[in-house]
């Protein structure tokens, strides 16, 4: 037999050690779970009642997915985490705005977001990738509470405290989406291409090369790759996919305000990726649409509604560790054991 059958069989590559696989990890069912979700999306705003709060809050469902999908690429494949999401939130969403106003429009104003959201991303990355993963946590909060100190001051950029209400709407070949379910749909077809575009990284070779790199460092140096340089890229990419969501954020208002963004943001975001599930590409979806419309639902208990919230974000975390994406395989794995 020779060493490429040998190779072939094992499903290794040459200069990989045993027991490293070289087929990409996080594959699974995910062309069609991203066509179901492709299908439910068409249909939602119909089936969620169609008025322009229901799209609204859909919207945002959308939005935050897109956020807590940049944190996916940076702390679920990058192995970094962030407490400046905020921040790189709120440039990309003020850039975005000044862009459109000067540079021809929304799709400008979504390319410059993505590109002040990289840039954000690789600034971190340059200063802050030798600190331990808690040292750089608190170093992201910090650049994420200097950039909205930043903002508040650059009055003329922002309009600070006051806002910004010279928002242009976004258009497609020149047709002007002036509806929320024109919008809508604008937003659902950025998530699901940048949920297509995640699904092809993640069946690729690099795939499994930065997750090498994230879980053993020293052995992926050994083999020829650069685990920092590896992780940085993941999350240079997140940080341009939370730059994203800050130009649909903008664009979906005819008015922002720095109040808009906090601190709290990250937090969230964080929660949604936890409950959604961190293995699973589709976690920043479920965990979005559960922390949005769980508060919507327990208007009518008002009263318990933080208590209701509290045990049942509560019971997910403590009974599916694996979030709620993960719960398939949690039961079949309990199933089993027993």
């Given at each position: 037999m020779s060493v490429t059958d040998l190779l072939q069989r094992t499903r290794l590559r040459p200069g990989v050690p045993d027991g490293v696989p070289a087929t990409p990890p996080l594959r699974g069912r995910q062309y069609p779970f991203l066509g179901l979700v492709v299908l439910v999306g068409l249909f939602a705003p119909a089936i969620m009642g169609g008025s322009d709060y229901d799209t609204g809050v859909l919207t945002t469902v959308i939005i935050h997915a897109v956020l807590t999908l940049g944190l996916?690429?940076?702390?679920?494949?990058?192995?970094?985490?962030?407490?400046?999401?905020?921040?790189?939130?709120?440039?990309?969403?003020?850039?975005?705005?000044?862009?459109?106003?000067?540079?021809?429009?929304?799709?400008?104003?979504l390319v410059a977001a993505t590109l002040i959201g990289a840039v954000l991303g690789a600034l971190i990355t340059v200063l802050f990738a030798r600190c331990s993963?808690?040292?750089?946590?608190?170093?992201?909060?910090?650049?994420?509470?200097?950039?909205?100190?930043?903002?508040?001051?650059?009055?003329?950029?922002?309009?600070?405290?006051?806002?910004?209400?010279?928002?242009?709407?976004?258009?497609?070949?020149?047709?002007?989406?002036?509806?929320?379910?024109?919008?809508?749909?604008l937003m659902f077809a950025v998530l699901a291409l940048l949920l297509l575009l995640t699904i092809f990284f993640l069946r690729s070779p690099a795939a499994r090369d930065l997750q090498l790199a994230k879980g053993n460092g020293p052995v992926?140096?050994?083999?020829?790759?650069?685990?920092?340089?590896a992780q940085s890229a993941a999350f240079?990419?997140?940080?341009?996919?939370?730059?994203?969501?800050?130009?649909?954020?903008?664009?979906?208002?005819?008015y922002i305000s720095l109040e808009a963004f906090h601190i709290d943001i990250a937090l969230l975001?964080?929660?949604?990726?936890?409950?959604?599930?961190?293995?699973?590409?589709?976690?920043?979806?479920?965990?979005?649409?559960?922390?949005?419309?769980?508060?919507?639902?327990?208007?009518?208990?008002?009263?318990?509604?933080?208590?209701?919230?509290?045990?049942?974000?509560?019971?997910?975390?403590?009974?599916?560790?694996?979030?709620?994406?993960?719960?398939?395989?949690?039961i079949q794995k309990r199933i089993n054991h027993a």
């Open positions: 996916f690429w940076c702390f679920s494949l990058g192995g970094l985490f962030t407490f400046a999401t905020y921040g790189v939130y709120a440039a990309g969403a003020y850039t975005s705005i000044w862009a459109a106003n000067h540079l021809g429009g929304f799709w400008s104003g993963m808690v040292y750089f946590a608190i170093a992201t909060m910090a650049c994420g509470a200097l950039l909205v100190i930043l903002f508040r001051e650059w009055t003329s950029f922002t309009g600070g405290f006051s806002g910004q209400a010279d928002i242009k709407l976004p258009s497609l070949f020149g047709y002007q989406l002036d509806t929320y379910v024109k919008r809508y749909y992926a140096a050994v083999i020829g790759l650069h685990p920092k340089r240079i990419v997140g940080c341009a996919i939370q730059g994203i969501a800050g130009s649909l954020y903008a664009h979906n208002t005819s975001v964080l929660l949604m990726l936890l409950l959604g599930g961190v293995s699973s590409i589709y976690g920043p979806l479920i965990g979005a649409a559960l922390l949005i419309y769980l508060p919507e639902y327990l208007r009518d208990i008002q009263k318990y509604s933080d208590l209701v919230y509290g045990v049942a974000v509560l019971v997910v975390v403590v009974a599916f560790p694996k979030g709620i994406a993960g719960v398939r395989g949690s």
